[in-house]
């Protein structure tokens, strides 16, 4: 695996696949990799032929200064196991690579209605911090795929109005979210959490596959206040706990059995902060 720090060393680097057309294919993380990180890696050498994985702690992107400097950081560990992967390349930018003058650290991106619900709601500022990272990564590396995680789903419709608002050319592949055997979708942030706290987490996967498996057209308000109060005792404060359509993400109180729906959740165990979604149908999105 090559590792690059710089755009100039990567870009002469990925010079010789876009001339060959050779495939691209990106995994964008923020590090602390886990199973979930390298399902995408391995999705990517599937399609690919080359694949580029960048790791980069966007603190853009959190609203909260004490969760950035929070975020777990196993950056020697992460190496080891993407050479051990077989992933092609790995960028390892530093803040001033990435954003090198004022302007590049203040775009505005039109995401309309994505900006102002569930994460972009509760995390003001998150999804445009996303967007410069992305577009500033897309545009270096011109992948012809992203592969990005279901996890985030708020997050996977960012990029793809991302993509449709820098009008470029690039597929989109969103894997299904790893799981402990427990249930707990696995992410960076689990690490912060103990093992009494790993335990309660896993509430939080079996309250939403209560509500999809007991959702009817009229009752997801009841069974979202019953979920809210049982998690509540558990010891977590919930942010929201939302029904929407797939398509869209316009967020419903009503069940229709016909449409794809998705339930997210966002909420604090302490001071770490989970988020999880399930489908109402056994599709992918
Ligand atoms: P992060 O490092 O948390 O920014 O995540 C990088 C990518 O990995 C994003 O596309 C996430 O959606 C994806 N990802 C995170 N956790 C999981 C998981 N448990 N299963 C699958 N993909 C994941």
Redesign the pocket.
């Known amino acids: 695996m090559i590792i690059f720090n710089h755009f100039t060393n990567l870009r002469s680097y990925l010079e010789k696949c876009w001339q060959s057309k050779k495939k691209i294919g990106f995994?964008?993380?923020?590090?602390?990799l886990?199973h979930?990180?390298f399902?995408?890696i391995r999705e990517s050498q599937k399609h690919a032929g080359i694949t580029v994985c960048s790791i980069f702690v966007n603190p853009l992107q959190f609203d909260n200064s004490d969760d950035f400097k929070k975020y777990p950081k196993t950056t020697e560990e992460d190496i080891l196991a993407l050479e051990e992967l077989g992933c092609d390349v790995l960028l390892l930018p530093d803040f001033e690579e990435v954003f090198p003058d004022e302007a590049s650290e203040n775009k505005y991106f039109g995401l309309g209605y994505l900006e102002n619900i569930l994460e972009g709601k509760f995390r003001p500022g998150h999804f445009q911090g996303v967007c410069m990272v992305v577009e500033r990564l897309l545009n270096e590396i011109c992948p012809y795929t992203i592969f990005?995680?279901?996890?985030?789903f708020q997050?996977c419709m960012v990029i793809k109005k991302l993509i449709e608002l820098m009008s470029i050319k690039i597929e989109l592949v969103i894997?299904?979210?790893?799981?402990e055997n427990s249930g707990l979708?696995?992410?960076?942030r689990n690490m912060r959490l103990n093992a009494e706290e790993k335990k309660i987490a896993e509430k939080l996967f079996q309250s939403l596959q209560f509500i999809q498996s007991n959702l009817d057209v009229n009752n997801f308000l009841q069974l979202r206040d019953r979920a809210i109060h049982n998690l509540s005792n558990d010891g977590f404060n919930v942010e929201y706990l939302e029904l929407a359509k797939t398509d869209n993400l316009e967020l419903v109180s009503q069940y229709n059995s016909q449409i794809a729906h998705v339930i997210l959740i966002a909420a604090y165990l302490n001071d770490v902060r989970l988020i999880d979604n399930i489908l109402t149908e056994a599709t992918s999105m």
């Not at 894997?175 to 799981?179: A, C, G, M, V």
Request: proline content about 8%.
């Open positions: 995994v964008p993380t923020m590090g602390a886990h979930g990180h399902s995408l990005i995680g279901q996890k985030d997050q894997s299904p979210t790893l799981r979708a696995m992410s960076s």
